[in-house]
């Protein structure tokens, strides 16, 4: 009888997604924030029995202006959405402190490096 054996990925610890986030924000000149115009910013981190699925913080950009990163675990999670690759996300935000836009900034390759982007 042969065993097909499923191909576990293995997603980041704590510690290297707070690496990638570090990359990207010393790239920027940003600045991590826990509050902004009064209003809670503290990280986030949502986990489940594989680990981190979500993780998101903020920054004030070199402008004082509020933004997001999201970090996206592949696969089902709890949330609503189901990534189909593991990646981090910048999040936008208007002057009234709603999300406006963003895009992918990296993601996780098959060897466990991340992809930035520009």
């Known amino acids: 009888m042969e065993t097909i054996e499923k191909n576990k990925e293995k997603f980041p610890t704590i510690e290297e997604i707070n690496e990638s ?3 990207i924000i010393n790239k920027t000149g940003e600045t991590i924030i826990q509050s902004y115009e009064g209003k809670d910013f503290r990280n986030k981190i949502f986990i489940d029995k594989k680990g981190i699925y979500q ?3 903020w920054v004030k950009t070199i402008k004082k202006d509020l933004k997001g990163y999201s970090y996206a675990r592949s696969g089902p999670n709890f949330g ?3 990534p189909l690759e593991t990646v981090i996300h910048s999040i936008e935000y208007n002057k009234d402190g709603l999300e406006c836009g963003g ?3 990296a993601k996780l390759q098959g060897n466990g490096t991340w992809k930035y982007f520009n």
């Open 21 to 23: 986030f570090e990359e």
């Open 55 to 57: 993780y998101d913080i």
């Open 80 to 82: 609503k959405r189901v």
């Open 103 to 105: 895009t992918s900034v």
